[in-house]
């Protein structure tokens, strides 16, 4: 039998058995599920051994020159440590390993945050407002203008509302100010046509996939 | 035969001995150390001068001692002058029996010397069971044998082991007896000598008698003539109802530096006079020495100056009156009587002023910081009239309003006393815990079960939507239909890449990496497709593939096996695939810094990165994502190590309003998102694939979504238009 024919009727199986959630939770959506677990673990698990500590440690500590085997000596003590982690009671073992794996992970997140997205996003947002470079680029400057006005305004509301300081009033009743009431009110509707935007995004996604799911339903009966 | 005698115990050592061999005491006294023998006059020693360096327990000791005899002297002669005793008629040797019966040592006497004891009258009319007890049972003069018997009971002092040896003092008269033996007119009355009476068989009471009927008599004032054989005459002359004084109120005839025998000591306490005329003549050189005066001692002008008494003395009682508390207050350490003025101070105060209130106790002050608020704050009546009760005025427990109770007898245990403490709130904290309270109250109260009509209408909903989709989305497969057009022309975000494409070089590396999950496969396969397709075909680009997802190379694999097997790339040869690059964000900044020690593999080796050793020897890199935080993460990390080479994005629809940001701000040079830019790529690029296999399906459906959303949508608005009428109706009703 053809692998692409076994493959494609597995598929196939797995695929009415995802689907068979539409009338609710049952124990063929469950077993699918738990079968796409066990078989992502496993492929995980073997990605991991073949791809990471084969070439990345075994593989080095045997070839390796000597300077070098030594230097690996460190992640090799902090990997046994992370597995400290498994035995409750050595877990305590395994906090330098998670505390570096954290540590190191924290410090390129906000260095790449900083530098990769926080100044470019305030540079971009006030150059629709820098008119010369946009008459030097030959782009329409109102237009420009008004988009950037637009994302302003939208910024600017969105933070509004969210921000949750308020006053209390003379009769005792907590409420905002009329200019961040204003504004926060502009801003829901941002966030609103943000949501809708992402949520469309999804759904078509989904249809997407939908539509690619059932193709690949028919293809196996030649359809 | 011994020669000498020790002046200690009395008995016979050899003339060399220096030392008693019975009481190991030197035999060498000296003359002036001597004690005072009998029938010597004892010389008087001036001791006030040692008096200062005594301690002063003991100068209080004797100070007492010296007030309480001068106090006594003073009763007994106030006493003599009122009722004068028969001097002639008491012998004197038999008036210390009536002394030493009143004293508190009768129980020391033996049974049969108690009847001897002659005193008719206690000293102290208050304490007759401390007078002579066997008084009124002598019969004198009735019974001889009674009388004798009575005789036998005189004390002796405790002879010595020896039993018949003589008293040296007794010895010393031996001879001045025996000459005077002959003389029996001279001889004192002595119930012993007709031999009527057997004296007691101690031995050394009859010596002793023996020796006193061989003293002389009295030169000064012989008694009348007693017949030898007048034995019931001379009992006759005993007293029978006269008193005689207690020997402790006549201390002054007695003189402390006489050495006779302590059982003896209180007959001379006797008034002298009173027995002149039978006293032995051992005994009359007593008389001979100047009578006791009792030192004038003046009254202390303040209780201060007293001193010192055991707490046990009463003090109502006054030690004169009792000889024993003479000898306790002699003999009391000084320890004691410093404990005597704290005690005996402590109920004079108390009966002094008994109504006066308790000093109130100076509270230290985190004593006075533990007080209860509303004992400081005078304006918070509220707390003290909550709880009943009296309120504490001083002490410790000022301020406090119930705590005590104010009956003495009945207390019920058990029940709590309530306690005036209160949480001092302001009342924006009251409106806030009561806020709370409701909001607690509010979740225990139950809520009603949404119905079950509305939970199966919403089931039955899903299934009928779910059916619609499927349905249409086979029916527009399964039939093949190409209604719906390709899109004409490209978004403008994807337009975007043309340029790169066109301004890459033939044969350039490239980078592809495969960030997406198997779920959204569909949709990024036929999204990337005729992209990449149009790229390979274009400039046959060398491409390296890598994942910062396990999953991600065997999708790359099957990219390049179906998606594009139009341009039959090889691998090892036309594409590598690294595989996949753990680490994350960090992987991928490791990789962008340096990408074979990121990433070790042989397949550095192959032909398809020949010349790559850095990151920005790529010419281009397309990132094929569902995740706008992957699509961030690679833009952070590898715009420093591109040196300016293009980063194009191919994103899910879900992802791409998230990656719009960074095409705006250039960070991303082109995005190409969802199903509808990969149709316009193929439209584009007139090659046909798989997109128009999709699209009428995919369109078919998305209208139907849009138009379920838009009925659901209106449903809704018009739901709650009637709802709101109907409300509106039955307020206006009511």
């Known amino acids: 039998m053809n692998p692409e024919l076994i493959s494609g009727i597995v598929g196939f199986i797995l695929t009415l058995m995802i689907l068979s959630y539409l009338i609710g939770d049952n124990a063929l959506f469950r077993f699918a599920v738990h079968v796409f677990v066990g078989v992502s673990a496993g492929y995980v698990a073997v990605i991991a051994l073949y791809q990471v500590i084969l070439p990345y440690l075994v593989v080095p500590l045997m070839s390796a020159p000597m300077l070098e085997r030594g230097l690996l000596l460190i992640p090799l003590i902090l990997g046994v440590l992370m597995l400290m982690n498994i035995s409750p009671r050595l877990s305590r073992l395994g906090g330098p390993a998670v505390g570096y794996l954290v540590g190191a992970g924290a410090a390129v997140a906000v260095g790449g945050a900083v530098l990769g997205t926080i100044l470019p996003q305030v540079g971009a947002a006030a150059e629709p407002f820098n008119i010369a470079a946009l008459i030097q680029r030959g782009v329409n400057p109102i237009e420009s203008l008004l988009n950037g006005a637009v994302m302003l305004v939208g910024a600017v509301a969105t933070l509004a509302y969210f921000h949750f300081g308020a006053r209390r009033a003379e009769d005792g009743s907590v409420k905002r100010g009329f200019l961040f009431e204003a504004f926060a009110w502009l801003g829901k509707l941002f966030v609103a046509l943000t949501l809708g935007a992402l949520f469309a995004g999804v759904y078509s996604a989904a249809l997407s996939a939908l539509v690619e799911r059932v193709h690949s339903l028919f293809s196996i009966f030649g359809f | ?734």
């Open chain 2, 1 to 734: 035969m011994a020669d000498q005698f020790c002046p200690n115990c009395g008995m016979p050592n050899a003339e060399e001995q220096e030392v008693c061999s019975f009481c190991q005491q030197s035999l060498r006294v000296d003359a002036g150390a001597a004690s005072i023998r009998p029938g010597e006059t004892p010389t008087r020693k001036t001791t006030a001068e040692l008096e200062p360096i005594l301690p002063a327990w003991l100068r209080d000791a004797r100070e007492t001692a010296r007030r309480a005899d001068a106090e006594t002297a003073a009763e007994e002669a106030r006493a003599a002058a009122e009722n004068p005793a028969p001097k002639e008629e008491v012998p004197d040797f038999l008036a210390g029996l009536a002394s030493a019966a009143r004293d508190d040592q009768d129980d020391e006497l033996p049974e049969w010397m108690r009847g001897a004891a002659p005193s008719s009258a206690p000293a102290k009319p208050d304490k007759e069971e401390q007078a002579f007890p066997r008084r009124s049972e002598i019969r004198w003069g009735d019974d001889q044998s009674d009388e004798l018997g009575g005789m036998a009971t005189t004390p002796v002092t405790p002879a010595p082991e020896s039993g018949d040896a003589l008293l040296p003092w007794m010895q010393a008269r031996d001879g001045a007896a025996s000459d005077s033996a002959g003389r029996e007119p001279s001889q004192p009355v002595t119930p012993f000598l007709n031999g009527a009476v057997e004296p007691p068989h101690t031995g050394e009471l009859t010596d002793w008698l023996e020796q006193a009927a061989a003293q002389p008599a009295a030169p000064a004032e012989p008694s009348a003539p007693a017949s030898e054989e007048s034995l019931d005459d001379w009992l006759s002359k005993l007293p029978r109802d006269v008193e005689i004084p207690a020997a402790s109120e006549s201390p002054a005839s007695f003189d402390e530096t006489i050495d006779l025998p302590d059982w003896m000591k209180p007959a001379a306490t006797e008034e002298v006079s009173a027995a002149d005329a039978e006293l032995p003549d051992w005994m009359a050189s007593f008389r001979e020495q100047k009578p006791f005066a009792p030192p004038e001692v003046s009254p202390p002008e303040s209780a201060e100056q007293l001193p010192a008494a055991p707490a046990f003395v009463p003090e109502a009682e006054p030690a004169a009156e009792t000889p024993a508390n003479d000898l306790f207050s002699i003999e009391m350490p000084d320890w004691l009587s410093n404990i005597a003025p704290v005690e005996t101070e402590a109920p004079a105060a108390d009966e002094a002023a008994p109504d006066q209130p308790i000093a109130p106790a100076e509270l230290p002050s985190w004593v006075q910081a533990m007080r209860p608020v509303e004992t400081v704050l005078p304006d918070a009546p509220s707390a003290q009239a909550a709880v009943e009760g009296p309120l504490e005025e001083a002490g410790p427990l000022a301020g406090l309003r119930g705590v005590l109770p104010f009956v003495g007898g009945i207390v019920q245990p058990g029940k709590p006393v309530g306690q005036s403490f209160r949480l001092q709130a302001s009342q924006s904290q009251q409106e806030d815990a009561s806020l709370l309270g409701q909001l607690i109250a509010a979740e225990t109260q139950p809520k009603p079960l949404r119905g079950a009509r509305l939970f199966r209408s919403q089931r039955v909903l899903r299934w009928v939507l779910s059916a619609l989709l499927i349905l249409l989305a086979s029916a527009a497969i399964l039939g093949r239909t190409q209604i719906v057009p390709l899109p004409a022309a490209l978004s403008p975000e994807s337009v975007l890449a043309l340029p790169i494409l066109e301004s890459l070089p033939n044969d350039a590396p490239i980078l592809m990496i495969f960030d997406y999950d198997p779920a959204l496969s569909g949709e990024l396969e036929a999204a990337a497709a005729p992209f990449v397709d149009r790229l390979l075909g274009l400039r046959s680009p060398r491409v390296t593939v890598l994942s910062t997802s396990p999953i991600g190379p065997a999708l790359a694999e099957r990219f390049f096996a179906a998606s594009v097997a139009r341009q039959n790339y090889r691998p090892g040869q036309d594409y590598v695939n690294l595989g996949y690059l753990p680490g994350g964000e960090t992987g991928i900044l490791s990789f962008a810094v340096n990408p074979r020690a990121a990433l070790p593999s042989r397949s550095w080796d192959a032909p398809a990165v020949q010349g790559v050793s850095r990151f920005s020897d790529y010419a281009a890199v397309i990132l094929l994502t569902d995740q706008a935080e992957t699509a961030r993460a690679w833009v952070e990390q590898t715009a420093a190590h591109r040196a300016g080479h293009p980063l194009i994005v191919v994103a899910s629809a879900q992802a791409a309003p998230m990656i719009q940001p960074y095409l705006l701000s250039r960070q991303v040079s082109a995005l190409v998102s969802g199903l509808r830019d990969g149709a316009a790529f193929e439209a584009s690029s007139e090659t046909g694939g798989p997109v128009r296999k999709y699209w009428d399906a995919y369109n078919f459906t998305l209208t139907l979504a849009v138009l379920l959303m838009a009925f659901g949508g209106l449903w809704n608005l018009i739901a709650g238009a009637r709802s709101r009428r109907g409300s509106d109706e039955a307020r206006h009703e009511s």
